[in-house]
């Protein structure tokens, strides 16, 4: 059985966290066009579990009111 030490842990999660943002990014960019600087800002301090709500939630995005929308109703900065 092999065992992570903290740091391998903490790389992981880390990792897993821009893979979303990056994903996350490149779908809504598809989705509703060139994002705003302030705007890709916002997506990238929202936590794994909001980036995977976002995700599911920008499939029925038709414009990017629709992302703003989303951010001004889920994100607590």
Do not use: C, H
């Amino acid at each position: 059985m092999s065992y992570i030490t903290t740091g391998e842990r903490i790389g992981y999660e880390r990792g897993k966290q821009e893979q979303g943002q990056t994903l996350v990014l490149r779908l809504l960019q598809r989705r509703v066009g060139e994002l705003p600087q302030e705007v890709d800002r916002r997506i990238q301090t929202l936590s794994l579990e909001k980036l995977e709500v976002l995700a599911e939630a920008l499939l029925d995005f038709t414009t990017i009111e629709d992302l703003l929308n989303w951010l001004e109703a889920n994100q607590t900065v």
